[in-house]
């Protein structure tokens, strides 16, 4: 049943987003814009998402070994069967799949593996907010965006501050999780405080201070990689936009899927693409970029991401003989 609401309520999203970002839009328009895309350039932009994820495979294997040694190629195949579940599932559960499917692989509790992933949303959103300064210092942008930068900075401040609590006061937080969930059975009480403990170990890489400059550096590549895509698709249609644009566009569409929605963050990956590329202006405020090469481009981009990621994910999900409704579901072993 619970399965179910988050199914319909992803749905839900997606449905609002598309309308969204598809209202008003002139369809005759996107589809000669389409026909007219240099499409030589899809390559190098995949290339670069490829990059990223390579980076993002390596970062999660830094953040486990105050764990277990984790080998790249696993960390690897477990972030593109995350990818992948995250484009055919709905409300981000491809976070838990690429946790599970790391536990199954290489041993590693799996509430513990999904706790690094928390850990590793923070860091990007420190990376990300980087560059939001950087880009509010160099470039003057309307109320909206400023204000979707003050709204992820103080998300990204309270995520912090939790985590910091977990992590040095972990006999504090520990007793009161114990408070918690005292209204439940012996039995589940003690399953409930096994698992909490076990996802507290995935906070150790907080502890260590070398481990955290070194995530943080790659949390920059990560999204560096990211913006190098952005910047071949701003060739792909020929934009004359400054190249800081590839810059805004990593911030605006990543803090945009990070909104739990359906299925490959349809809807919310269009509206963050279509409204970041329609910031840019003229002195007298009109957008250097017309909504329906806006759509056009959200359209595109997100295809080039979406085929080929999905794709690869299911061949990495056989290649580890690896169940994904096991996953969804927490079968079998769930510590």
Same mark, same amino acid.
């Given at each position: ?16 987003a ?12 996107v ?14 932009i ?5 990059l ?50 790391l ?22 959103? !420190?990376a990300? $907010?980087?560059? =939001?300064?950087? *880009?509010l210092?160099?470039? #003057? /942008?309307?109320?909206?965006?400023? &204000? ?15 985590m ?6 972990r006999?504090l ?41 070194? !995530?943080?550096? $790659?949390?920059? =590549?990560?999204? *560096?990689?990211?913006?190098? #895509? /952005?910047?071949?698709?701003?060739? &792909?249609?020929g ?31 269009e ?12 002195p ?29 994910g ?11 409704t ?10």
């Amino acid at each position: 049943m619970k399965r179910h609401v988050i199914t319909v309520l992803g749905f839900l999203i997606t449905g609002f987003a598309l309308w969204w970002a598809f209202r008003g839009i002139h369809y005759r328009e996107v589809v000669d814009i389409l026909g007219d895309v240099r499409y030589i350039w899809a390559a190098p932009i995949f290339g670069a998402t490829l990059l990223s994820i390579w980076i993002r495979a390596y970062r999660w294997k830094v953040m486990l070994e105050p764990m277990v040694d984790v080998p790249l190629s696993k960390a690897y195949s477990s972030t593109m069967i995350g990818f992948m579940a995250n484009n055919i599932l709905p409300m981000r559960l491809g976070e838990v799949v690429r946790a599970y499917a790391l536990g199954r692989s290489v041993g590693v509790s799996k509430s513990a593996a999904f706790a690094t992933i928390v850990v590793e949303r923070a860091f990007d959103l !420190v990376a990300l $907010l980087l560059f =939001l300064g950087v *880009l509010l210092l160099r470039y #003057s /942008f309307d109320a909206r965006f400023k &204000t979707l930068g003050y709204i992820a900075l103080m998300g990204c401040v309270v995520m912090f501050l939790v985590m910091a609590l977990a992590q040095w006061k972990r006999d504090l937080v520990r007793r009161l999780f114990s408070f918690c969930i005292r209204v439940f059975p012996g039995g589940i009480r003690h399953k409930l405080d096994d698992l909490f403990e076990k996802f507290l170990d995935g906070f150790e890489v907080l502890s260590r201070g070398h481990h955290v400059l070194k !995530v943080m550096w $790659l949390s920059i =590549l990560v999204w *560096l990689s990211m913006a190098m #895509s /952005f910047f071949f698709a701003n060739l &792909t249609f020929g934009l004359d936009l400054p190249i800081i644009s590839s810059l805004v566009m990593t911030v605006v569409c990543a803090l945009g899927v990070m909104v739990p929605s359906g299925p490959g963050f349809v809807g919310t990956f269009e509206v963050a693409a279509k409204y970041g590329l329609m910031l840019f202006k003229t002195p007298d405020r009109i957008p250097l970029v017309s909504e329906e090469v806006a759509i056009s481009y959200a359209i595109f981009y997100h295809a080039i991401q979406f085929v080929p990621l999905t794709l690869l994910g299911f061949y990495h999900l056989w290649r580890e003989k690896f169940s994904l409704t096991s996953a969804v579901e927490g079968d079998g072993d769930s510590e």
